[in-house]
Each structure stands twice: as structure tokens, then as C-alpha cells.
């Protein structure tokens, strides 16, 4: 089951306009009113973009929420990872440690750093359906690591666009003057294009020692986490070695673990996974990866993720990601 940091709640909370009520949300998730701030403490990712949507839809002013939530965010409240994000020696430094280290944060956010046109991509992928709470949270986000990244360089920082993937709810101005560039809905990313320039510029209170101290506690964070929920991405990887072979089924992925059927299927269960959705993922991975790295038919990358035909693959990748295999491909390739 995919999570996120508690702190995005409070952050939520602390923005909504006089007179929402919210108390009942907060216990719908589990969370006492009166509670403290603890950027380790997660909640389900579905029942936060629910959480988010509810409050959205309540207060007055709800258009305008996500990019107030994500302008109160200061990277002191991020806890260590916060701390790195600082102390490293640039912005460029600060985006990669979000890449290696951001699930510290949560496992429904990954950011990748990646090339494109007149710039470079700081792209957030998060894991959901697409849910409208989960558009209101991508927004938030956004407009975090738009006012960390001013917080922490030393020169102006002004991202040269934004992009969503999800059409505008409502006047595009209003976004426009939040970020003070041009934003774009309805693309295949949700990502800030940043500068060159940008990225090299020194941080604030950059300093290496630092950042390495903060690295090794956060790659310790890290190794935790692996630890307590290592059996999904165990099963995914069994799952992908065998696709070629056709769709593995939950027996014979057991079977490969050392584990019985009903134990595989009790302990994933436990973490909030269903067998069906693992081997989900685990196609889209795959199919991911041998779109952006080799020159595969598409009908060769069907076969290869355990599809009879291209069109089924073609329909199953469109449901996942959102565009077709081949736009897909074309994005990797132009990035």
C-alpha cells in the first residue's frame, strides 16, 4: 500500500480558510487533532487524496489551496531528508538526493531528474489512478519544490515552466502567477523545466560534509524501509523474470520465493497489495524500461511482458501510464 508522509496532512490543515471544518477528516485518517508533527508517521495514499479532495471541495478558496499548501512548505520540516536537501552544494545536488532518497518520504512519490529541451526535467511520479485528490496533491508538490528551490539557492530561482498532467481546474492565469511562468495541463509529465544555470547554482548553506553526513543517515532510512516492505518488490522481480514465459501465476511465483501460496498471498495482503496489482506493475515496469532502452517492436515488448497480442498491450500500457506505448517511446526518446 502506497504512503505518505503525515506532514502533508498538517500542511493541508494549515492552509484551509477560516470557518472549514476539518477535525472530522483528520480523524477519518486515523490521526489525533491535537497531535504532533512526525514527518515519519504515514498514511494510505488513497485515503489522503480522498482526504485532500473532501477538504478541496469544502473551502472557498479550494482553487488556489494545493499551490498555498505546497508555498508553506520550508525544508526544515522535511525532518533529514530536508536537512540534505540544504546542505547540498547545489540544486542540482538537492534534486538527486529527492530522486535516491524521496521515498523516505512516502512510497506514493518517486522524482527523476531527466534532460528535455531548453532545460532539465524535475519530474514527480506518483503512484494512484489518477484520483482527483491525487491531481490537488501533484499540484501541492509542485509548488513545494518550487519554494524550496527558492529557499535554498542563493540566486532568484524561477522555474522556466510547469507542466501537469491533468486538464486545469479552472483559469490558468491563477497558476501562471502562483509560479511565475508558463504551465501547461494536459501533457504527459508532471514535472518543473528547470534551467541549466539554475541547477548549478550554489546553495545557500551547501556544504559537502554535510550533505554526506545527512546521505549516510538517510541511505540508513532507506535500508530500513526496504526491510519492512521487501516483499513486493521481491515478488515484482519474480514476476518480470518470468513474463517472457507468459503471465507467472501466484503458485508458481511462491514457488520461487520459498513460500507457500496462502502465505504469499496473506503476507502481501498485510502490506495492502493484491497478487493482480504486483503483476501490474511489474509489466508496466518492464514495458517502461523496454521502451526507453532498446529498439524492441512494440509487438516484440507485448510478447516479452506476457501478452498474446499488441493490442491488448497496447490497451493494458494506455490504462497504466496514461498514453500509448509509442507516445510513450517518443517522449522517452525526444527527453
Known amino acids: 500500500m502506497s504512503q505518505i508522509t503525515s506532514l502533508y496532512v498538517h500542511k493541508v490543515l494549515s492552509q484551509a480558510s477560516p470557518g472549514v471544518e476539518t477535525r472530522d477528516l483528520l480523524e477519518a485518517l486515523g490521526m ?10 504515514m498514511v494510505s495514499a488513497d485515503r489522503y487524496y480522498e482526504f485532500f479532495e473532501t477538504l478541496v471541495a469544502r473551502d472557498p478558496n479550494g482553487l488556489t489551496l494545493p499551490l498555498r499548501i505546497g508555498a508553506a512548505m520550508r ?14 552544494p547545489n540544486l542540482r545536488g538537492s534534486y538527486m538526493r529527492s530522486e535516491r532518497y524521496g521515498h523516505v518520504l512516502g ?17 514527480l511520479d506518483k503512484a494512484g489512478d489518477g484520483q482527483p485528490g491525487m491531481q490537488l496533491s501533484n499540484e501541492a508538490s509542485m509548488s513545494a519544490v518550487d519554494v524550496i528551490s527558492k529557499e535554498v539557492s542563493t540566486e532568484p530561482f524561477m522555474p522556466l ?23 501547461h495541463f494536459e501533457t504527459d509529465r508532471d514535472a518543473l523545466l528547470v534551467s541549466e544555470e539554475s541547477l548549478d547554482v550554489p546553495n545557500t548553506l551547501g556544504d559537502e560534509t554535510i550533505a554526506r553526513f545527512f546521505d549516510r543517515h538517510l541511505e540508513s532510512e532507506l535500508a530500513s524501509l526496504t526491510e519492512e516492505d521487501g516483499l513486493e518488490p521481491r515478488v515484482r522481480r519474480a514476476v518480470a ?26 503476507r502481501l495482503t498485510e502490506q495492502g497489495h493484491s497478487f493482480q496489482s504486483v503483476v501490474d506493475a511489474a ?4 514495458a ?18 506476457g501478452f498474446s497480442e499488441q493490442s491488448g498491450f497496447t490497451r493494458a500500457f494506455k490504462r497504466w501510464a496514461g498514453q500509448t506505448p509509442r507516445s510513450y517511446r517518443l517522449a522517452a526518446s525526444t527527453g
Open 32 to 41: 489525533e487533532p491535537d497531535g504532533l508533527v512526525d514527518p515519519k508517521l
Open 75 to 88: 525544508s526544515d520540516e522535511y525532518g533529514a531528508f530536508g536537512l540534505a536537501w540544504k546542505s547540498a
Open 107 to 123: 512510497s506514493a512519490e518517486t522524482y527523476s531528474l531527466q534532460r528535455g529541451d531548453g532545460g532539465w526535467f524535475f519530474n
Open 161 to 183: 515552466a510547469v507542466f501537469f498532467k491533468h486538464a486545469p481546474r479552472g483559469d490558468v492565469a491563477v497558476y501562471e502567477a502562483h509560479f511565475g511562468c508558463p504551465v
Open 241 to 266: 523474470n518470468m513474463l517472457s514465459e507468459g503471465v507467472p501465476t501466484l503458485s508458481s511465483i511462491a514457488t520461487d520465493l520459498g513460500l507457500g501460496s496462502r502465505t504469499l498471498q496473506r
Open 283 to 286: 509489466r508496466h515496469d518492464l
Open 288 to 305: 517502461r524500461q523496454l521502451l526507453r532502452e532498446t529498439d524492441y517492436s512494440l509487438a516484440e515488448i507485448a510478447f516479452l511482458t
